[in-house]
């Protein structure tokens, strides 16, 4: 529990406290403060004072004499704080504030000389922006290579059949390569959203002031190219409050974790006793402290369980927003730990799911032999027929019928004799028996996007290809975003 005396009580006001006769009760500041959390903002906060500081002092508004102190300054607090050399302190009300504190510190009142024309409001819309491009530009490089290490996962495992599921239930067989490039699309997906949301997020709010822009010669749409936006707000009013870039990398970073969660589903699946399918690899594994036996797949667990708090955060901001009066209010600073909890988590779970994935290994043999079980040649039959000119109703009528003769007398379709395939339906001839195979059932699903070899070549050909594209353009995008950090 913090305690402020009355001198600290003094500080906590610096920013705003000219009107006050009372400091603020403990309470208050407790419930107040944001710097434990919104300290993370400080680079983004320094680097958007930069901006600022350049239209005041080009429209002559501050003198070099004063601007290029304060510039000299804000550098070095960029030094310090990457050091830990500068911190936040028990007065410091928020990030704006601490660092505020740290330019007075070093120039006396002429520190306090950016807030003219620039409110917290407008500042920390900007801040968290930027905050979020940069940390979704890092999410997408780490769904890129996931992406890598399931293509290569799936091209190992291009030739091998494995039964397919519906339901849980054998339904027809598939090339295993297939089962796993399947995870790579919904990350395409992922990396779809990320670059549209970008487009939307690349507007800055810096000079929208506290609601009403300002009546100072400031150049928004400069401030906004030199900190990489390609806009300015168009209306100060939303400028600081929207949140829809909050909620929708909420979104996305829910949706990447559902994604990581349905793989982490299918592996805990397959590496049970009873499938015997996945070998997960002792350095992605955990044991139990009280059976010596246990090897357990704890990181698919936890990439499973862990889009339950990514939904949450998602759920929480939306709620938070949803009647919210405009321009700003402080519920907004409730935007803030939803989303740096939902980034820290996705960074965290996609290395772990790309090492688990990378360092799996399957077992062949289980996999071939699981393939025709469960009937899941049946497709074929009603297939043959079709080919026949039989209507497909009656073909699945037929083919169910030698599924219930093979279940009542325990044997496979092709162990059916030529007699009894005739008796169920004349078109059955006795070359039905060429389609009940597994690698013929494979070979003969040709249509894009199918399982068989050619058309899974097709796929991960293609897929290659996106993830590369994807490769250099977060690359590009996120050497321009340190490039103008650092600027
Ligand atoms: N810490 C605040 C937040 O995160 C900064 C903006 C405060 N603005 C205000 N008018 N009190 O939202």
Known sequence: RLRWDQEKRKQIMALWGGRFSQTPADAVFALSRSVHFDWRLAPYDLRSSLA?????????????????PIRNA??????????????????????????????????????????????????????????????????????????????????????????????????QPVLFGHEIAKHVQGFSRDLDRIH?????????????????GSSLPLSPEVTAANLGFTSSAANSIDGVSDRDFVAEALFILSMVGIHLSRIGEEWCIWATTEFGWAKVADAYSTGSSIMPQKKNPDMAELAR????????????????LKGLPFAYNRDLQEDKEPLFDSIDTVLLVLPAVTGMVATTDFDREKLALAAPLGFSLATEIADYLVRAKVPFAHAHEAAGKCVALCESTGRQLHQ???????????????????????????????????????????QIKE?????????????????????????
């Open 52 to 68: 600022h500081l350049a239209v005041l002092q080009s429209s002559g508004l501050l003198e070099d004499s004063v601007a290029n």
């Open 74 to 171: 804000l550098n070095e607090l960029i030094t310090e704080v990457a050091s830990g050399a500068f911190v936040a302190i028990d007065t410091d009300e928020d990030v704006h504030s601490a660092l505020e504190r740290g330019l007075t510190e070093k120039l006396g009142a002429i520190g306090g000389s950016l807030r003219a024309g620039r409110s917290r409001n407008d500042q920390v819309a900007t801040d968290l922006r930027l905050y979020a491009i940069d940390h979704m530009i890092e999410v997408a490089q780490q769904v890129l290579a996931l992406q890598s290490a399931l293509i290569a996962k799936a091209t190992e495992y291009g030739d091998a059949p494995a039964p397919g599921f519906t339901h849980l239930q054998h339904a």
């Open 196 to 212: 549209d949301w970008l487009d939307r997020a690349l507007v800055s709010p810096l000079g929208s002031g506290a609601l009403a």
């Open 305 to 320: 369980g862990k889009a339950g708090r990514l939904v949450g955060n998602l759920t929480g901001v939306l709620t938070m």
């Open 416 to 458: 059916l004799t030529d007699d009894e395939f005739v008796s169920i339906h004349p078109s059955l001839k006795s070359d039905v028996r060429d389609v009940l195979t597994v690698q013929g059932a494979l070979e003969s699903r040709t249509t894009v996007g199918g399982t068989s070899p050619s058309s899974f070549k097709a």
């Open 463 to 487: 897929a290659t290809a996106i993830t590369a594209a994807y490769s250099k353009e977060f690359t590009d995008k996120a050497k321009a975003f340190s490039e103008m950090m650092g600027a």
